[in-house]
């Protein structure tokens, strides 16, 4: 019951609109990047995941998923967050696949092994497993098996809805609290937060940050 990674990713014209106290449009868009290769590098070493797939119509994005022999699915691909996962869970479901990873590309401090812990933590279908963000409002990585087992709406207090909606169908959900994964970057302060966690050495992102002098900077 090998997982599909599902990864939606926004055209990057625009992006990060709640960083924009602090960085420029250019830079929003640089941080994104960067973010998105810290992710896709922590996925494509996993072990247990069956492949990758990245919602999206950014050129770029979809360039740096094919160097990862990512595939790319572009239904739902500008419905939010909640419409781009929901629909790469539906063609992939269609195909046959029984189990599906989901996360954001903002949180570049992910490391392979959570990514593991969360797919050993699936014993048996359904299955419902969560990783919150750091504040518990947000959900940051979501295994579910199959992958419609839960009606999904994400967004900044999304954390204690998805608990709520899988118990509703029936699950019991698991809770793995993952320091890498529930560092998402998406409010100045959230910058310097990333930067303070052990999980962020290394990381493309925090050297991109270093080197473009923007730790020193207060929004």
Do not use: C
């Not at 609290?177 to 937060?193: Q, T």
Request: overall charge negative; cysteine-free.
């Amino acid at each position: 019951m090998k997982p599909w990674a599902i990864l939606p990713v926004k055209e990057m014209v625009g992006a990060k609109q709640r960083l924009a106290p602090l960085l420029s449009p250019e830079e929003r868009i640089a941080l994104m990047q960067v973010m998105l290769r810290d992710v896709l590098a922590a996925l494509s070493a996993a072990q247990g995941l069956a492949g990758i797939a990245l919602v999206t119509l950014d050129p770029w994005a979809a360039a740096l998923a094919q160097e990862h022999g990512a595939r790319i699915i572009t239904e739902g691909a500008r419905e939010g967050h909640t419409g781009a996962v929901t629909a790469a869970a539906a063609v992939l479901q269609a195909e046959g696949v029984a189990s599906i990873l989901t996360m954001p590309g903002d949180i570049p401090a992910v490391k392979t092994p959570e990514i593991e812990a969360l797919i050993a933590a699936a014993k048996a279908s359904p299955a419902f497993i969560i990783a919150p963000a750091h504040d518990e409002q947000g959900s940051n990585a979501i295994l579910m098996s199959p992958p419609n087992a839960v009606k999904l709406r994400f967004g900044e207090d999304s954390y204690f809805p998805h608990l709520a909606a899988s118990r509703v169908a029936g699950i019991v959900p698991q809770i793995l609290h993952l320091p890498g994964i529930a560092m998402d970057i998406d409010h100045p302060a959230d910058i310097a937060r990333f930067a303070s966690i052990p999980e962020a050495k290394s990381t493309q992102t925090l050297f991109w940050l270093q080197q473009n002098g923007i730790l020193g900077r207060s929004a």
